[in-house]
């Protein structure tokens, strides 16, 4: 996904992890401003609440069947 967060920061977020293993989403910030991806409910990617992208940034997440990996 290709969000422009040139007007504001923007939050992406993002479907439960359960029953999606091995699904993977990317994401590039082509904005100025922070892109925060955020996982759904108490779900975590790497272990933390939200992903932040600065201008630029990408990453590509993976679901492990409960929670988000960043692979990429």
């Known amino acids: 996904l290709l969000i422009n967060t040139t007007s504001g920061a923007i939050t992406a977020n993002l479907p439960t992890a359960v029953n999606l293993l091995g699904r993977y989403i990317k994401f590039k910030n082509i904005g100025t401003n922070n892109l925060t991806i955020d996982g759904f409910s108490t779900e975590t990617i790497d272990g ?18 409960t929670n988000w990996r960043r692979i990429g």
């Open 48 to 65: 933390s609440a939200t992903l932040v992208l600065a201008s630029n940034g990408y990453a590509t997440i993976m679901s492990d069947g």
